[in-house]
């Protein structure tokens, strides 16, 4: 799950962090309020106009505008609230922009990056630093790796004030600006793990002209299945940054994730649905979502799956491969044979069963005066719902 920068803003406030502060819009008639706040409560004189959206690279895709003046401001917020903005993190269409925060412009002396994300391989969290601040991790990453420095943090002890010491020498800071850094470096990772944060990001980590260390960006992901013990987190939800399938499968406990492609897959296990639209792709097609119905299937579950496939135009033809371990091949084709009844599909279907009660399962599939394509194996139902797709070219 992603929230806003301003969000993310709010719970490092929280955990006694300096940020630029500002104020959110939502509409244009909240906008010259929301600049005449920013100026009378931090004695603002420039502004800075920010999108708010679940994306990166906001400034160069004209998200993010320095305004000099009030007017200027009120010209950008009108500008930025509502426009379609295209980085390189959204989709060719873009994301449209439904809150702008006005922020008050600060004199800008260093910029540095800092985040905190766990490392699988070594089994602990990692804080990563940079001189580099205000670009892209991965750039620096590519064309500069030895300006990123790295701590490991055992979750099982946490931060400790030699490794924050580390960081802030690490990153040549001057004394005043070490004392600063040291309690921000253990905040953030109080903060990362306390919320239950996949990653915990702020870019840029700044030092005005004033000599203050303040976090200029913010940016927070956090695990799924621990939001249960995250109501706060979980009431930053905003389900318009979201793709509206993907948020209609929730509602029906159906993983899925839409892609590009024209081939609807339907699977159960996340494993055996990576496997088939990797064999989908062998076989020279695309797919066009990855749906797992989970273990424990059944009729809704199956019809349900069936509606979120083909609220997708672009699905030309269905894979549904189904092992029956937990759930009971019979109880998917009592799911398919009403979801194709009750649909009206008008898209080629290909069912592979196999494991518990799978003979069962193609009988009743196979009396079923339905017209669906069986498989025999994996192989054989990638070629043929490829051939489907085609429209059997």
Not at 162 to 179: S, T, V
Not at 194 to 205: R, W
Not at 275 to 280: G, K, P
């Amino acid at each position: 799950m992603k929230i806003h920068e301003y969000q993310a803003k709010e719970l490092l406030k929280k955990y006694r962090i300096p940020i630029q502060d500002g104020v959110v819009c939502e509409s244009e008639n909240q906008i010259e309020s929301a600049i005449n706040s920013v100026s009378t409560q931090f004695n603002a004189k420039q502004f800075v106009i920010k999108a708010q959206i679940h994306a990166g690279g906001r400034g160069k895709g004209g998200g993010v505008k320095f305004c000099p003046t009030k007017d200027k401001a009120i010209e950008a917020a009108k500008a930025i609230l509502g426009m379609q903005l295209i980085t390189h993190q959204t989709s060719e269409e873009g994301q449209k922009v439904q809150k702008i925060m006005v922020a008050e412009a600060l004199d800008i002396a260093k910029e540095y990056y800092l985040a905190i994300t766990l490392d699988r391989a070594k089994g602990q969290d990692v804080i990563m630093a940079s001189t580099e601040g205000g670009v892209e991790i991965e750039e620096v990453a590519e064309k500069t790796p030895e300006k990123i420095i790295k701590v490991w943090v055992d979750p099982t002890i946490g931060l400790q004030a030699y490794q924050a010491r580390q960081l802030a020498f690490g990153l040549g800071l001057d004394k005043d600006i070490i004392k600063q850094a040291i309690p921000l470096f253990i905040n953030l990772y109080k903060c990362y793990t306390e919320t239950d944060a996949s990653i915990a990001e702020i870019n840029p980590l700044i030092v005005t002209e004033q000599n203050q260390l303040i976090a200029l960006d913010a940016k927070f992901n956090f695990d799924s299945n621990a939001l249960y013990r995250q109501k706060d987190v979980v009431d930053m939800r905003d389900l318009a940054e979201e793709d509206p399938t993907e948020v209609e499968a929730g509602k029906y406990h159906l993983n899925y994730i839409k892609l590009d492609g024209n081939v609807g897959c339907m699977v159960n296990g996340a494993g055996l649905a990576m496997a088939t639209m990797d064999i989908i792709k062998l076989q020279g097609g695309d797919p066009a979502n990855f749906l797992d119905v989970g273990g424990g299937a059944n009729v809704e579950t199956v019809k349900n799956g069936f509606k979120i496939i083909l609220s997708d135009s672009n699905v030309k033809a269905v894979l549904i491969n189904i092992f029956g371990g937990i759930v009971r091949c019979d109880r998917v084709a009592n799911g398919i044979i009403e979801a194709v009844k009750d649909l009206d599909l008008n898209v080629p279907v290909v069912v592979r069963l196999e494991g518990t009660n799978a003979e069962i399962a193609k009988d009743l599939l196979g009396n079923a005066d339905l017209d669906i394509i069986p498989a025999t194996s994996l192989a054989d139902a990638a070629e043929k719902v490829v051939i489907a797709a085609t429209g059997g070219n």
